[in-house]
């Protein structure tokens, strides 16, 4: 019996209860009793994990991946749309998880790569992959789509109420009915926005606000690396002209979703991307964009493939999460002054969360988690706390405005985000023949009154670092040199 019972408090404790908060106690360990031979009472689930709610690839073969590209709660229920990496994939698709945890692949699910997911609010449906679904929970397909890669679905400028715009990961940009369904492609965007031949095209997110729609591209391989080529974009389509925003890959578009609630606040737009020397957010408001830099919590995500997805979210009422290259942050919905600030980050981590929202009471992260180099594909959903991010991991990361770059004299960098950082250290090379001094100056308030914080002057091909003291931080940094030069400016955070 002794025997039994230490099997049985290990059992328990390799579970791991759940938080407070995230599902019933009852069901949150793999209780003791069940070594006894009794059965749990529920799904079993380890720290906000069901294993039952695992969407997996059937057998072998072409399935190269598994991913849950978008969530959404409607009609009573938590939809799923998975994704696999190449249209061959099969066996999975629509999902629908109950309040009692189960899950089945909705009969009208079609495989393919979807990652798209909008309420449309005048006709009380949502679009998720190739289905629109109502209020009562049924599910029609567009037929013209099914086999397309789609990656986003946005309001439509000019009739709203009766159609939308879809997104595809090679650029092809549709206009549907909502009614009959019909499909109607408006544009190839890699033609129209001179994408470079040699690049696979690999847009993401996009969105509709202030009249216009924002499309993002994130292509971006070795040549982006070394200046070769600018292959990845952000784009925006006014109904009469596309714009070139930026030539760097950009990943997700989003803002407020209701744009009837968002234009109390300016339908703001947020964009996500990067370069080499850091992540980018694009934010457009009033009319006008603005540009911040970001450190990268990890290098793994320099890639087209490894950046599934990135999401910016309304998690909760009026509080927006954004996931960037391994860093959730906090992102205040809300400009005034039209600035940016506010922006915290909450965690770094090694999860892949294409998609996030809360349900019932829970946070639900997906997954992109296993494919075929592996094992058989699979990817599942974990459910928790909003607050346990925070326990994640404590935020770390690098950056900077500048990486072996060709500065202009008396042109302040873009702000680099400080705040929420524990250690903060700053390095300087000066790569020019010729003496430089590089102003520092910080913003700890947020709207735009810059301080100076020190002057470092260096020598032709010199080297310094700055350790900033313990405690001290502010929203932005920014560097000004005073003469024309090559330079790298990078902070590290630990």
Same mark, same amino acid.
């Given at each position: ?40 009472? *529920? ?49 999975? *698709? ?202 990268? *919590? ?6 087209? =493939?490894?950046?599934? =997805? ?31 600030? *506010? ?54 990361? =690098? ?96």
């Amino acid at each position: 019996m002794k025997v039994k019972a230490a099997v049985a408090i290990l059992v328990f404790m390799m579970s791991g209860c759940l938080a407070e908060g995230q599902v019933d106690s009852e069901q949150s360990c793999l209780a003791a009793g069940e070594v006894e031979g009794r059965k749990p009472d *529920g799904p079993v689930h380890i720290k906000g994990v069901f294993p039952n709610l695992t969407v997996m690839a059937p057998g072998i073969g072409s399935n190269s991946e598994t991913g849950i590209g978008a969530l959404i709660p409607w009609a009573d229920k938590l939809w799923a749309i998975g994704y696999v990496s190449h249209i061959r994939g099969t066996g999975i *698709g629509l999902y629908e998880i109950s309040e009692d945890m189960t899950m089945r692949l909705h009969p009208a699910s079609v495989t393919g790569t979807f990652a798209n997911r909008m309420v449309h609010w005048e006709s009380g449906q949502v679009f998720i992959g190739p289905h629109v679904i109502d209020a009562l929970g049924n599910v029609r397909t567009i037929e013209t789509l099914r086999s397309h890669r789609l990656t986003a679905t946005m309001r439509h400028l000019t009739d709203p109420a009766n159609k939308v715009y879809f997104l595809t990961m090679e650029g092809a940009f549709f206009e549907v009915d909502i009614e009959t369904l019909r499909a109607k492609m408006l544009f190839d965007l890699v033609h129209r926005l001179e994408i470079p031949a040699d690049a696979t095209p690999h847009f993401k997110g996009a969105h509709t606000a202030q009249g216009r729609v924002v499309v993002a591209n994130n292509t971006y391989e070795e040549p982006e690396f070394l200046g070769q080529r600018q292959a990845g974009l952000l784009a925006e389509w006014s109904g009469d002209e596309w714009t070139v925003v930026e030539r760097n890959p950009f990943v997700e578009v989003s803002g407020k979703q209701n744009p009837r609630v968002g234009s109390r606040y300016g339908n703001t737009v947020f964009a996500t991307g990067w370069c080499r020397s850091s992540v980018i957010l694009r934010v457009l408001h009033d009319g006008k964009w603005s540009r911040y830099l970001l450190p990268k *919590g990890s290098h793994s995500f320099d890639h087209t =493939w490894n950046t599934e =997805w990135m999401r910016i979210r309304e998690a909760q009422t009026e509080r927006y999460l954004m996931d960037v290259h391994g860093i959730f942050y906090e992102l205040p919905p809300l400009l005034y002054g039209g600035r940016a600030w *506010g922006i915290r980050p909450i965690c770094s981590h090694l999860r892949i969360v294409p998609d996030f929202c809360y349900w019932r009471g829970l946070f639900v992260m997906a997954g992109d988690q296993t494919d075929n180099a592996v094992g058989q594909p699979q990817s599942g959903l974990w459910f928790g706390n909003i607050d346990e991010l925070w326990n994640m991991g404590k935020p770390s990361g =690098w950056g900077g405005p500048w990486w072996q770059s060709q500065v202009r004299a008396d042109q302040p960098s873009d702000p680099f985000l400080m705040t929420g950082f524990d250690k903060k250290v700053l390095h300087l090379a000066n790569e020019s023949d010729h003496a430089v001094g590089f102003t520092v100056e910080v913003d700890f308030l947020g709207n735009g009154s810059w301080k100076e914080y020190t002057v470092f002057k260096l020598p032709p091909n010199g080297y310094h670092h700055h350790e900033f003291p313990d405690g001290f931080s502010a929203h932005w940094a920014r560097i000004t040199a005073d003469r024309d030069c090559t330079a790298t400016v990078y902070f590290i955070y630990n």
